[in-house]
């Protein structure tokens, strides 16, 4: 509506003005060099015009004579660019997809098109770990940390480039680079984190958290603050009391439902004669997770009392989580010490239709006291061997006899949990093995990682991974050996995930990509 408005207002002005010169005629006589060129103030004015037009007809077209190399250039470019990006487009899709052929093409049409840039870079070292080209993949992503633009994303690719291969040396250089390059990247905090836990230096550990508080909601940072406090305490427990108390109640503070926290601040306190506020601990614990290592430590608190009055105290903690398996173990452990068969054989009655292998071992253990019939024990120890499975320590695949701040596989921290291993329909054994060598023979809670009692977990099948060594047909229970740690994915997935540097242009760690008029613009400049 305006352009409409401003057109008319400079047809009017241009009518009055021809009008103007129409209404008041004048002659103008020029005279030069002996011509003399007579005419009327219109027709000259008419000339001028026209000649000012063509004049500028004239230098438009010798200008743009002038420049056609430089259009030409900036066509060319264009079109470049936009075939480059239709390469770069149908690549990452090609890996997405696992099309190893259609990758490769890509990929050399890329390079071809568009070496050395960022997306070209990233396609070229995933389509390199598509086709297990370790060394072309490492070199792609060295090529991108070695630029201020791609160097999170190129580090990030190292990082499990040399986890891949089992490097923690390096993978720990390049994760602690990135961290200092850029301290919001989480994956780089958590892989710094998880290496100073892995060294067992938990003072350096509980420093880093507190540096990268950021990345962490409340709930989570208090839980991780928990679990590293208590691997603090539990490591000076024997060198430094004063010390594991002051860590250990702080972490039961932070995550009232941490099992090996409350246990530890139970038996501190207790020595310190602190016993109500060691039940406190003990119980607010218990009401959360109900499990054997408190009940145990539940019943040592006060240890100049009776077998009756320990099963009494025992009683009234069961009665806190009332029809827990946890409860009635405890209660029948109890009245075994304190020979009240009966109480602990009724406590133990509900359980028996389908007994796990405490339970079993429970009532063998009471037909032995009790009747001295050793042929029902044997049979119960019997029927432990094929019973169904009890809530064990369990991280990564592996099961340990006690808890531990870290997993011995991934090195993740609080990655144990208290739960049922076992999700097929045969158990596998228990057998005593020495700790990986990722922990570096570091030594946990004041014990080596290697003390542990660690079940091979491979009962949890899952479909093998691609260029995995394992068949897959291969026993979902592998007995008499660990199982071996799960190979990650060998192309870096599009969608971003907790070890995923992605494809994404974000703050330096890929390409930035402009875009005009809404549509694709120009990727090179």
């Known amino acids: 509506m305006i352009r409409v408005i401003l057109y008319l207002i400079l047809v009017g002005a241009v009518a009055y003005g021809v009008a103007f010169f129409a209404d008041r005629p004048g002659d103008v006589v020029v005279t030069w060099q002996g011509m003399r060129i007579e005419t009327s103030l219109l027709v000259l004015g008419t000339a001028l015009v026209a000649a000012f037009f063509a004049l500028t007809l004239i230098l438009g077209l010798i200008r743009a004579f002038a420049r056609s190399p430089l259009i030409l250039s900036h066509l060319l470019r264009n079109r470049r660019g936009v075939r480059a990006y239709e390469a770069i487009s149908n690549g990452l899709i090609a890996v997405g997809a696992g099309d190893i052929a259609a990758a490769r093409k890509f990929t050399a049409e890329v390079g071809r098109l568009a070496p050395g840039e960022p997306l070209a870079l990233l396609l070229s070292a995933q389509s390199a770990q598509l086709t297990g080209d370790r060394d072309a993949a490492e ?7 070695g630029r201020p633009d791609t160097k999170a994303l190129g580090l990030h690719g190292l990082f499990i480039e040399a986890r891949r291969r089992n490097d923690a040396t390096n993978a720990r250089a390049y994760a602690e680079e990135a961290a200092r390059t850029a301290p919001s990247l989480g994956w780089a905090g958590m892989a710094v984190l998880e290496a100073r836990c892995r060294d067992g230096d938990w ?5 880093l958290l507190e540096r990268n508080i950021r990345l962490f909601d409340k709930a989570r940072y208090r839980r991780q603050r928990a679990v590293l406090l208590a691997a603090r305490a539990l490591a000076v427990e024997d060198s430094d009391r004063d010390a594991a108390r ?5 972490a039961h503070r932070l995550a009232p439902g941490l099992v090996p926290a409350a246990a530890l601040a139970g038996r501190l306190l207790a020595e310190d004669g602190k016993l109500r506020k060691a039940n406190r601990v003990i119980d607010s614990a218990w009401r959360a997770n109900p499990n054997p290592e408190l009940a145990q430590t539940y019943a040592e608190l006060r240890s100049g009392e009776s077998a009756r009055e320990r099963l009494k105290r025992i009683e009234g903690l069961a009665n806190r989580v009332p029809g827990h398996v946890e409860g009635a173990l405890a209660v029948a452990r109890a009245a075994l010490d304190a020979q009240e068969f009966a109480k602990a054989r009724s406590v133990l009655e509900p359980y028996l239709k389908r007994p796990t292998k405490r339970v079993c071992l429970l009532m063998a253990e009471l037909e032995r006291a009790e009747r001295n019939d050793e042929g029902r024990a044997r049979e119960w120890t019997a029927r432990a061997v094929h019973a169904a499975p009890d809530p064990q320590w369990t991280a990564d695949g592996y099961v340990s006899d006690r808890w531990l701040p870290i997993s011995p596989v991934s090195g993740r921290v609080d990655a144990f949990e ?39 977990a491979a009962f949890e099948t899952a479909p093998p991974l691609p260029n995995d060594d394992v068949a897959a047909d291969a026993p979902a229970t592998r007995r008499g050996r660990s ?4 190979k990650p994915e060998p192309v870096i997935p599009l969608v971003h995930a907790p070890d995923d540097p992605g494809p994404d242009a974000t703050e330096g760690e890929g390409a930035t990509v402009r875009q005009d008029n809404g549509g694709w613009g120009k990727i090179f400049e």
């Open 483 to 486: 199982p071996s740690p799960l």
């Open 418 to 456: 208290w739960r049922v291993p076992l999700t097929g329909a045969i158990a596998a054994p228990i057998i005593e093995t020495e700790a990986p060598e990722a922990i570096d023979g570091k030594s946990i809670g004041g014990k080596s990682i290697g003390e542990s009692s660690i079940q091979n």
């Open 139 to 145: 070199r792609a992503f060295r090529a991108m940390a």
């Open 246 to 250: 002051e860590f250990i109640i702080e």
């Open 203 to 207: 003072a350096g550990a509980l420093d």
